[in-house]
């Protein structure tokens, strides 16, 4: 695969099943490199057979949602410069009507049960600002008085003076005014309908303490009532994804079993007048059913016999499993792949499916009645990926497993290049660090196994999808456990006669992007670095990033002598390892400072280094933005892994 490839990737978003079962709608994605611009249609795929046909023409549409009673499809659409506003179409085609006019845009889109209205999100700007006046441009609005820690969002800027609040729209009505829910200087998000169609649940954080913690609670309000939400959760854990029971008589949501950080995700009931605490369903630290990031909203899906079907991360694999009334689970879609979205609907399950070759296809399950299962097959709607894979020569992933110097396995692959070795080497290490590494198609790996590298990568400890201990492993040590892993996984793979262990190069992003600067102050190993949108400096970090203080005292704690003693910045005077310095310069949740501090000292020390800034881009460059940029890095990383892993005499 080469960096041009990127205009062949098709990404399939989250589907939507019709209620009869009869058909999937879904968001299809590509870039367009060209015009230097992500483009999106609607696509639906009949389920007995037959080719998806488009549905819609763009430019922008995503988040298609099937109305109950089959007549109509909601879905977002953004076009030109303006964002992204809600959408009505007939389900058997015509002209869409827009439902929506909100100067920052809508998201998260909920059918009413009796198909007429939809409740959804939108940020509201104050007045003034963002452009709802038209003669004052943002270098003259009016200083922002903050007094709060969270105050502003990587992609997103500012949010004290942009709330996201709940709207409900009559969706069949030409010009009805939408009705704004909530109030407030709260954030509100994933609305959610009760099956009688009176009330609307959604996740805020409005609690006194709500800007030292990260948690959150479930609120029910009247779907015609504004501003009388009342809470049904109690503010102990940062609450997601609420859905009500088929009876309408509890609230379902995912939460960490105690903490934010490492922790696994488990599935909670409250119920739905909050007239008890919550309950978990899935036994504590056995299951990690995180929203995985991937290309679906993910809301959970209930069913009549108790049962809540959700995705399960597990050793790099992202199944699709129904737990029972007892917690126990069942998978429904499994194997060395990756769902990335799911729905349900009249005996249908439809997912999208990804693995080491495939950035997704649409799978559908078909069954007796309601109640999701697993199917004795599956069948497969679409062939997106059919155009990249006849163009490219994708590498598998062959795993390997590792034993740390504690004994600790350590699972992980490598992705080799054609042709024989012995081949040069690039050691990845993922950003999170509670994140995983898994069985779908990275690009990334892809382009640099294409370019003559064969990539080792895996999930150390303080990844998700290992349990709790795992993932929490590295609390407080940054750059101990985590370290060894990855070095052992290194070693493990290197052992393979045709990898080249003379030629190791070492990449990370975020996260990933600490530990090899944290590696780089320890050994010289590595033959070449490149350390991208890196946490570099606990200390400014702390200050500077939209995340600083709750991460930081989450992983760290609070003793400033740790955040010194955890500072890959701190130990840029034993790194002598040529460094690309990789950074956006909007990035918000690893503020550019993080980067241009640690190229400095790379300079002053005398060593090799250079620093590769992305204007206009923020944290997600590397998967979200401009195709341009996507291309340029890919460009910049194969000039660097050229110029120091590439033997003179190929």
């Not at 589907?15 to 611009?37: I, N, S, W």
């Not at 605490?277 to 009549?304: C, K, M, N």
């Not at 069948?379 to 598998?396: I, P, Y």
Request: glycine share 12%.
């Amino acid at each position: 695969m080469h960096a041009d490839d990127l205009a062949l990737l098709r990404l399939p978003g989250d589907p939507t099943v019709a209620p009869d079962g009869t058909r999937v709608a879904y968001a299809l994605t590509r870039l367009d490199l060209d015009e230097d611009a992500y483009r999106s249609t609607i696509w639906v795929a009949p389920v007995d057979g037959g080719p998806p046909r488009r549905f819609t023409h763009g430019p922008r549409d995503t988040s298609p949602r099937f109305s109950p009673d089959g007549r109509w499809i909601a879905f977002l659409r953004a076009g030109g410069d303006g964002p992204a506003q809600v959408h009505v179409m007939a389900a058997d085609g015509g002209e869409p009507r827009k439902v929506s006019e909100h100067p920052l845009g809508a998201s998260a889109l909920a059918w009413s049960p009796d198909a007429t209205r939809l409740a959804y999100v939108a940020r509201v700007p104050e007045e003034g600002r963002y452009g709802t006046d038209p003669d004052v441009p943002p270098e003259k609005e009016p200083p922002r008085r903050i007094t709060t820690l969270k105050y502003r969002i990587d992609d997103v800027g500012f949010t004290i003076d942009r709330r996201t609040h709940v709207f409900v729209v009559d969706a069949l009505v030409d010009g009805a005014e939408p009705l704004q829910l909530t109030r407030g200087d709260f954030d509100h998000a994933d609305p959610t309908w009760h099956p009688d169609g009176r009330s609307v649940a959604f996740v805020s954080a409005r609690h006194a303490g709500r800007d030292l913690d990260l948690a959150s609670d479930v609120f029910v309000a009247r779907a015609d009532e504004p501003d009388a939400a009342r809470a049904i959760t109690d503010t102990r854990r940062l609450l997601a994804r609420p859905a009500f029971t088929p009876d309408g008589e509890h609230v379902v949501f995912a939460a960490p079993e105690e903490l934010p950080h490492g922790d696994t995700v488990g599935l909670w009931s409250v119920p739905a007048d909050g007239s008890a605490p919550p309950r978990r369903l899935t036994g504590a630290g056995r299951h990690d059913v995180a929203h995985h990031s991937g290309r679906g909203a993910q809301q959970l899906i209930t069913d009549p016999d108790g049962g809540v079907t959700t995705v399960r991360l597990h050793r790099g694999a992202v199944q699709l499993v129904r737990f029972d009334a007892a917690g126990d689970p069942e998978v429904v879609v499994g194997g060395p792949r990756q769902v990335l979205g799911y729905a349900a609907g009249g005996g249908t399950v439809a997912a999208v499916v990804a693995d080491a070759t495939s950035a997704g296809e649409v799978v559908v399950l078909t069954g007796e009645g309601k109640r999701i299962q697993a199917g004795e097959g599956e069948r497969v709607l679409t062939d997106h990926g059919v155009e990249l894979a006849s163009s490219a020569a994708l590498g598998g992933m062959e795993e390997i497993t590792a034993t740390a110097p504690d004994g600790y396995p350590v699972h992980g692959w490598v992705t080799k290049p054609t042709g024989a070795g012995p081949h040069p080497v690039v050691l990845q290490i993922h950003g999170g660090p509670h994140a995983q590494y898994g069985y779908a198609l990275h690009d990334e790996t892809q382009v640099i196994a294409g370019a003559g590298y064969a990539v080792v990568y895996g999930n150390p400890r303080g990844s998700s999808g290992y349990g709790r201990a795992h993932g929490r492993a590295i609390i407080g040590d940054f750059g101990g456990v985590d370290r060894d892993d990855v070095l052992a996984l290194l070693d493990a793979a290197l052992a393979e006669p045709d990898l080249d262990a003379t030629r190791v190069g070492v990449m990370g992003g975020s996260y990933g992007g600490f530990l090899t600067a944290w590696l780089l102050g320890e050994t010289d190993r590595f033959a070449a670095a490149i350390v991208e949108r890196a946490l570099a400096a606990p200390d400014s970090f702390l200050g500077s990033s939209d995340i600083g203080p709750h991460f930081l005292d989450g992983y760290f704690g609070r003793e400033p002598q740790r955040l010194t003693a955890q500072s890959p910045l701190a130990r840029a005077d034993k790194i002598s390892t040529p460094t690309l310095v990789v950074h956006a310069e909007q990035d918000w949740r690893c503020p550019v400072e993080q980067g241009q501090r640690l190229y400095v000292a790379l300079r002053r020390n005398g060593t090799d280094a250079e620093l590769l800034l992305f204007p206009g881009e923020g944290h997600e460059l590397s998967r979200s933005g401009l195709p341009s940029h996507r291309v340029a890095r890919f460009a910049a990383i194969l000039d660097w892994w050229g110029r120091h892993l590439t033997d003179p005499a190929d």
